[in-house]
T-cell receptor, first 112, second 112 residues
Framework: ETGVTQSPTHLIKTRGQQVTLRCSSQSGHNTVSWYQQALGQGPQFIFQYYREEENGRGNFPPRFSGLQFPNYSSELNVNALELDDSALYLC???????????FGPGTRLTVL | GESVGLHLPTLSVQEGDNSIINCAYSNSASDYFIWYKQESGKGPQFIIDIRSNMDKRQGQRVTVLLNKTVKHLSLQIAATQPGDSAVYFCAEINNAGNMLTFGGGTRLMVKP
């Protein structure tokens, strides 16, 4: 087990709604990344947070936003949901050895 | 753009045989690669990593080979077991050290 937890496990929303996904780690590591994984594909990098600041962003529109809290847990917010946002959303904390990212179990989001 | 890809989408092996999963990468400047295993309904699980100053690295029943000349990465699994059935991804870390780029994955099926 990686010690990374995500909530909720599953979520169903309708187009146009907003969603907040959460991620935390027992490790105390201060860097968290979020990824979107469409069915049958590899994860795609959304963004990374380091000490509460965004530290790199992938090719995702501004309606994907995030937060990191002083305890290093994190939220991913998606506004104006679209059907194509249906995916598994993964968070990962940086751990030892350096650069290795340890993933949580993911949140399965379905947009109807 | 830079990408990490896989040669075979599905690999079927007999229990007890050795498995080899291949991956090509295009960013010659990449210096860190990771293999992940993803079981159905779970997040990617770290298997083994390798840096570009190495050609080979061994773990428990797994070996990763890196050929920088042809930009090729492989994962060898010895004595494949039913529990090895999963999708395997190779990933490379970008120069900023904050983003993993994944390939599309290879599904490994182990026949009893």
């Amino acid at each position: 087990e990686t010690g990374v937890t995500q909530s909720p496990t599953h979520l169903i929303k309708t187009r146009g709604q907003q969603v907040t996904l959460r991620c935390s780690s027992q490790s105390g590591h201060n860097t968290v990344s979020w990824y979107q994984q469409a069915l049958g594909q590899g994860p795609q990098f959304i963004f990374q947070y380091y000490r509460e600041e965004e530290n790199g962003r992938g090719n995702f529109p501004p309606r994907f936003s995030g937060l990191q809290f002083p305890n290093y847990s994190s939220e991913l917010n998606v506004n104006a949901l679209e059907l194509d946002d249906s995916a598994l959303y993964l968070c990962a904390f940086l751990g030892d050895p350096w650069d290795t990212q340890y993933f949580g179990p993911g949140t399965r989001l379905t947009v109807l | 753009g830079e990408s990490v890809g896989l040669h075979l989408p599905t690999l079927s092996v007999q229990e007890g045989d050795n498995s080899i999963i291949n991956c090509a990468y295009s960013n010659s400047a990449s210096d860190y690669f990771i293999w992940y295993k993803q079981e159905s309904g779970k997040g990617p699980q770290f298997i083994i990593d390798i840096r570009s100053n190495m050609d080979k690295r061994q773990g428990q029943r797994v070996t990763v080979l890196l050929n920088k000349t042809v930009k090729h990465l492989s994962l060898q699994i010895a004595a494949t077991q039913p529990g090895d059935s999963a999708v395997y991804f190779c990933a490379e870390i970008n120069n900023a050290g904050n983003m993993l780029t994944f390939g599309g994955g290879t599904r490994l099926m182990v026949k009893p």
